[in-house]
């Protein structure tokens, strides 16, 4: 099937009323927030959001907010069913809910620890459990997990974080392999996406100061090459932008030089003032 052809058929099932319409939801408003409308509207899908906050602007006719700490484990369960109540069953499934600290092994509380924990790599896992057995029962659907190029190379200051964006990339692979050898469900499509620096207040004093040698992606540069990935018909790891796809081989490299390549991120961390604590 050829990319034309899977796009029609991505089509023509979103809109058949048998396998439910296409609902992706996207988790952290802040991070996707302006969804191509142009997409929504060909397509004809419904875009429910999750987050702990609501959204700061008025949402499109197709789209709805569910309120939810995905931190909670009960409260994922509660707002599944309440989705399943309300739309049916979703077909695309994106996991995109992720925070950072800056804090360093020593500083970080346990509870932070935890948290950080439960929204970034126990939620996607608690998620996918909630709506894939439709999509498995369909042949049918997508889920993408937004990982991050951490997942390749962990640097002080972001410890806590990099192991959760390690285990999504695990994740990932390891939900495809269920998908083929256990459940027989080959078209139930999934994908991985690692962004480099995403804009951020942060991230803009970084580019400011000139200590980021290449400009930061922004959130629609990350929305987009979900959605087109989405709309192929086809899984795959996206890593954005696509001229660091190279770092993806970082863990093949020999030990000196993956530890010198951690090192300069970890610099400009450090120089960047992302911990306060920090020793200098």
């Not at 990319?3 to 048998?18: C, D, G, M, R, V």
């Not at 004809?44 to 309120?67: C, E, H, M, S, W």
């Not at 346990?110 to 909630?130: C, D, H, S, Y």
């Not at 890593?239 to 993956?258: A, C, D, E, K, N």
Request: charged share 20%.
């Amino acid at each position: 099937m050829d990319h034309q052809q899977a796009l029609s058929k991505a089509i023509e099932l979103a809109k058949n009323p048998k396998v439910q319409i296409a609902a992706g939801l996207f988790l952290s408003f802040k991070s996707l927030k302006k969804l191509n409308a142009w997409y929504t509207k060909r397509v004809g899908i419904k875009v429910l959001i999750l987050d702990r906050n609501p959204p700061p602007t008025k949402l499109a006719a197709n789209t709805y907010f569910y309120q939810a700490d995905l931190a909670d484990s009960g409260t994922i369960s509660s707002v599944a069913d309440r989705i399943r109540a309300d739309h049916g069953n979703p077909t695309v499934l994106i996991n995109n809910a992720g925070f950072a600290n800056t804090n360093s092994i020593l500083d970080v509380s346990e509870a932070g620890v935890k948290r950080i924990f439960n929204v970034n790599i126990i939620a996607p896992i608690l998620l996918t459990k909630q709506f894939l057995p439709s999509m498995v029962k369909q042949n049918h659907g997508h889920i993408v997990n937004v990982a991050s190029q951490a997942s390749f190379a962990t640097q002080a200051t972001n410890v806590d974080y990099g192991a959760t964006k390690s285990g999504v990339l695990s994740f990932h692979e390891g939900l495809a392999q269920e998908l083929r050898h256990l459940y027989k469900a080959p078209r139930v499509r999934t994908s991985v996406v690692h962004p480099t620096w995403v804009m951020t207040p942060m991230i803009a004093d970084l580019v400011a100061e000139r200590k980021l040698k290449d400009t930061p992606v922004t959130p629609e540069d990350v929305a987009d090459r979900i959605v087109n990935q989405v709309l192929s018909g086809f899984g795959s790891q996206i890593i954005v932008p696509p001229s660091l796809g190279w770092t993806s081989m970082i863990r093949g490299f020999p030990g000196w030089l993956q530890e010198s390549l951690r090192d300069t991120v970890t610099i400009i961390l450090i120089n960047a003032n992302a911990n306060a604590n920090v020793r200098k």
